[in-house]
């Protein structure tokens, strides 16, 4: 073997790292081998090109894989705790979806919005639990965002509820705005990592990065909402989804019922 052949080897066992360990160790050495096969039967121009692609997209999806089997086999039994966090979420959710169907006075709209953020916050905390095995750091820096800025909303909620009316953009100005944007962003990241780890219900991740998205469209930031056109039902329906999602999460993490699984 000649000593720029070495030197690519070398650079390439050090790009491994981006796998999984357990798949390193395994299969580590053999790739290695064939790559040095390679560089001498294709040359280092189409050799690298053609495995910096493939490293870009087995990694990702090797850990994704082991992300999936940790998911199964982890197994975290309800703890009170859990179930009423979740019980919680799915108060929450319930209160929000509540206002499609009935009347509801200004009051109680303002109570509403309390309920929602509490119950956004519990699931959040239930649903970090159970991901934390599997993945710490992503899901500390999925629950973070989502609890500071629910937490912040609720915050400017209750400051309102003291006060008669309905609480809108008016009452706070920007930082209303600007408050209720961040709690519709990081809800929305809060379910795409929810949904790639894939330790809880992949339907509601799902439906919480919809109802998200559509909350924060609905803002009116990018585009203007007329009220009665088809666009604003539309929105309205992403946000009724949104709240389908924290009933789904929280009766995920308050009757979940998972025995560990063995790799075959």
Do not use: K
């Not at 790739?31 to 390679?38: N, R, T, Y």
């Not at 008016?170 to 795409?192: C, E, I, P, Q």
């Amino acid at each position: 073997m000649t000593a720029p052949a070495g030197g690519h080897e070398r650079v390439y066992r050090s790009l491994l790292r981006f796998y999984p360990a357990d798949y390193r160790h395994r299969f580590g050495d053999e790739m290695v081998q064939l790559f040095g096969d390679q560089l001498r039967a294709a040359g280092r121009t189409r050799t690298w090109l053609r495995t910096l692609g493939d490293l870009a997209t087995t990694a990702a999806s090797e850990h994704l894989r082991r992300n999936r089997t940790m998911a199964h086999s982890v197994a975290v039994a309800p703890t009170p705790v859990s179930r009423l966090l979740g019980l919680l979420g799915v108060l929450g959710g319930a209160v929000l979806l509540a206002a499609f169907v009935v009347g509801m006075s200004p009051d109680v709209m303002n109570l509403r919005l309390v309920l929602f953020n509490v119950g956004a916050i519990a699931v959040v905390l239930a649903v970090h639990r159970v991901q934390s095995p599997v993945s710490p750091r992503l899901a500390l820096a999925a629950a973070i965002p989502a609890l500071l800025s629910n937490a912040f909303y609720l915050l400017l909620v209750v400051r309102l509820v003291a006060q008669p009316g309905e609480p809108g953009p008016g009452d706070y100005g920007v930082l209303f705005a600007y408050g209720a944007g961040a709690m519709w962003l990081s809800d929305l990241w809060f379910g795409l990592v929810t949904l790639w780890l894939g330790v809880v219900s992949r339907i509601a991740s799902l439906a919480l990065v919809v109802g998200s998205l559509f909350a924060f469209i609905g803002m009116g930031i990018f585009v203007v909402i007329e009220q009665g056109t088809p666009l604003e039902t539309f929105i309205l329906g992403g946000i009724a989804v949104h709240g389908l999602a924290w009933i789904l999460l929280g009766l995920d993490v308050a009757l979940r019922r998972r025995a560990p699984a063995t790799e075959s």
